[in-house]
């Protein structure tokens, strides 16, 4: 069997990233692919449009924080019932149960235990989503080829049972807003994309942005957590920049030594010559770090020069130091 999805395509994603780092121009329609009227909330004013893009940003952020997961991994929310649950009035037969996938209609067999500590097992999210879900059933049917289709419809007009599950930031009342429950339904669609993975939000910026390819099974953030293309760069050429920093640092230094101790002789004529022999000696990593060549020339200690001596000058000042308590 084929599930297809009539919003499957990435451009989901590179929309979503891009409404919610920047508001859109005044008056921009937006079609979903899903049957009613195009999306309302950007044609009510900057005011909805802003609302709209908050709560989407609510359902990105919580399901970042999940790890890109509406509920813990190898769990599956089953949920069975007439009338309202009880916490909202009503009070008929309700269950709804968080168990794992594939065991979830067969509780005969032992199940296996969800990690609780996940954050996804106890977010408002899987709430969410599930009780939008149940209020806008999407269609469902299918072809001669068995393919099945579901398709969502617009939520805007529909005037929806009173919600079971509700984020934080939202009460009942303004639960039933459309920019909310469009924000729902593009989350949905998110999601249904099946490319919502390459979605993320940079830890440096706080930009969201897509990536080329997925994280790879297993991979680790080495730095606390994704960064956009831009971000990556500076931050690599920050650090690219501080080591070269350090060699120079440490070559101007053995410069400074081999300068400090020079004399003249028939065997060390010239002082740059001598100095540059030094540093090459001693310092070949760092060389080839800030040179990319093997040794440095006496024209490198020419030009470096004023800052050579000057460290030259705080050694001798140290070292007489030494010497003279020595004495
Ligand atoms: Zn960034």
Known sequence: MRIISYSGNPQ?????????NEAPPWGKVYVLPVPGPPLMSFQYGEEIADLFRRYLAELVN?????GKRVIPPGSTVWASGMGIPGEYGGGMEWTQY????????????????????DHA???????????????FKPATWFNSFGEVFFQYTTPAYED??????????????????FAWLEA?????????????????RCQFCARYFVRARGKKRGQVYKRGGPSCGNCKGA????????????????????AARSWLVWKRSNRTPDRYATVARHVSAKCRPEILITTRRDAVEPLWVKRNEVEIVRRAEQLNVKVGGERNAKG
């Open 12 to 20: 989901a994603v590179r929309l979503t990233a891009g409404i919610l």
């Open 62 to 66: 919580e399901w970042l924080r999940c």
């Open 98 to 117: 968080l168990v794992p996938e594939g065991k979830g209609l067969d509780q005969s067999k032992s199940l296996k235990p969800v990690d609780e500590s």
């Open 121 to 135: 097992f106890s977010s408002w999210l899987w709430k969410v989503y599930w009780d939008y879900l149940w209020r």
């Open 160 to 177: 929806p049972d009173p919600p079971t599950a509700l984020p934080p930031f939202l009460t009942a009342e303004n639960s039933k807003h």
């Open 184 to 200: 729902v339904l593009w989350f949905v669609l998110l999601l249904n994309s099946g490319h919502a993975h390459l979605l993320d």
């Open 235 to 254: 931050d690599s050429n920050e650090r690219t920049r501080a080591i070269r920093e350090t060699a120079k640092g440490r070559m101007l230094e053995a």
